[in-house]
């Protein structure tokens, strides 16, 4: 919309020009010739800007019925948002107004509070000072160096008790500190032996059983064995008995024999 104005703006300026030349040369040249050649020029300027118009509205991008309601919420979303903005800026000024007295005046309480602190710190400074300040006040013939030293002492033997005490106490906690991690240490130590000690206790363990084992098949074999032996011995003892039988039946036949042929041979002679 914008464009088509300025080019229908552009069309009469260039309207305009045109027709103050050819009233301009109308009156000095004098021809009415002009006229109908400048009407012609300006009819075609127009056609031509017209039709660019039409055609750049026509190129224009044009939107859905859809689209234009979604621009249409998204329109009045953004006003509710903003109205919901200016409403939530509104209500934080006003807190922070309401609250801001408030705040200044906790503030200024806690301000006046260091303040009364630190007059009372002033002032025992202030005092300390002037003690100090009177103990040096001595004579010249008062400035004698066992004064001086127990002065010397007597200050910082008293402002060092505080001091001595949180060290002790330091100390203190630093040795039970260390006894405890070297209880721990002793326990975790321990820990670790007796971890080992019931490992090999089972690898012991462990090997009894194979040794068991091993002595158990060993026992057995040897039972075997002892019992294959003696069947072999039995078996041998009976083919010798067996043997002896033979040898004595023939022992005992061979005997006969003998006397047969001893008897025929003293009856033969």
């Known amino acids: 919309m914008k464009k088509l104005f300025i080019g229908v703006l552009s069309v009469f300026a260039a309207l305009f020009i045109i ?6 040369i109308k009156h000095s040249i004098g021809y009415s010739v002009i006229i109908p050649v400048v009407s012609s020029v300006l009819c075609l300027a127009c056609a031509f800007a017209l039709k660019a118009a039409a055609k750049k509205s026509k190129d224009a991008p044009k939107y859905t019925a859809s689209q234009l309601e979604s621009l249409k919420k998204a329109a009045q979303e953004d006003c509710r948002i903003k109205a919901e903005n200016d409403r939530n800026a509104a209500l934080s000024k006003e807190e922070y107004d309401k609250n801001l007295p408030v705040v200044i005046g906790e503030q200024k309480r806690a301000l006046s509070a260091k303040a009364g602190e630190l007059h009372t710190l002033a002032e025992g400074l202030k005092s300390h000072l002037q003690t100090f300040a009177e103990m040096d006040c001595l004579s ?3 400035k004698t160096l066992g004064v001086i030293d127990c002065l010397i002492y007597f ?3 008293h402002r060092a008790d505080s001091v ?7 100390d203190k ?4 500190n260390q006894a405890a991690m070297l209880e721990q240490q002793r326990i975790d130590l321990l820990n670790k032996q007796i971890k080992i000690q019931q490992q090999q206790l089972e690898m012991q363990e462990a090997h009894n059983k194979q040794v068991v084992s091993a002595v158990q098949n060993a026992a057995a074999q040897a039972s075997r064995e002892r019992a294959l032996q003696r069947d072999m011995l039995y078996a041998h003892c009976m083919s010798i008995e067996n043997t002896l039988g033979s040898i004595a039946g023939n022992s ?9 042929y001893l008897s025929a041979y003293s009856t033969y002679y």
Not at 164 to 170: D, F, R, T, V
Not at 173 to 176: E, H, T
Request: aromatic share 10%.
């Open 173 to 176: 906690a630093v040795r039970a």
């Open 155 to 157: 200050i910082e033997t």
């Open 140 to 142: 010249e013939k008062d």
């Open 164 to 170: 001595k005490e949180a060290l002790q106490e330091y």
């Open 19 to 24: 027709i103050y030349t050819a009233t301009f």
């Open 252 to 260: 005992k036949r061979l005997a006969n024999e003998a006397e047969l």
